[in-house]
């Protein structure tokens, strides 16, 4: 009889030990999975290249400078082919009159296109701060902006980037408003696991 209760219990402390590796083991997949989740819906980015601005200030206001942009990239994939991006953004605009900075905080939407996932056009709309330089005259606005772009990925980290923007600076009395636009051309690289949004 001793026996018999011997070999119940050791069967029964083997079945909740086999329960407790299983349990266990359905634990670790699901973090793991959670994990792996996580890191493929948000990602981060940096990018730098040039601008093609007007300056829309000064006497020279109507010609375009080269100069040079950075920013960087969170991004949150939304379903299987929209991203939502928080991106700071800064920018110096060089001529031979004025010169130019501005940083922004931009919101940008993008979405990939289900032909290969490599084609993101986006839009962005960001708020920020800017100061200009002419002579020896300096001033600043708060400013906004508005525009879009085309990411074009290369391997699954790389892109090239370009988009359009435009932007709204005040300066106050006795100087009007004016508006800088033009164009930026850039290489996107996107850190760790992450890829970009709709991307296999």
Do not use: C
């Amino acid at each position: 009889m001793a026996n018999t209760r011997l070999n119940v219990f050791s069967v029964r402390a083997l079945m909740t030990f086999a329960l407790l590796v299983a349990a266990l083991g359905v634990a670790r997949t699901t973090e793991a999975q959670a994990y792996y989740t996580a890191s493929k819906s948000l990602s981060l980015s940096a990018f730098g290249g040039v601008n093609y601005y007007q300056s829309d200030f000064g006497k020279d206001y109507n010609k375009n400078y080269t100069s040079y942009v950075v920013g960087t990239d969170a991004t949150h994939q939304l379903g299987s082919s929209f991203g939502l991006s928080l991106e700071p953004r800064y920018g110096h605009v060089a001529g031979p009159v004025d010169t130019e900075d501005y940083f922004l905080g931009n919101v940008k939407i993008e979405k990939a296109i289900p032909a290969g996932h490599w084609l993101h056009p986006y839009g962005i709309f960001g708020v920020g701060y800017g100061k200009i330089h002419e002579g020896k005259y300096i001033d600043n606005s708060m400013l906004t902006a508005f525009g879009g772009g085309l990411d074009v990925g290369v391997t699954q980290h790389i892109a090239l980037k370009a988009d359009w923007q435009y932007q709204f600076w005040n300066l106050g009395t006795p100087h009007t408003s004016f508006n800088p636009h033009g164009y930026t051309a850039a290489v996107v690289y996107r850190f760790g696991g992450g890829s970009f949004p709709g991307s296999r």
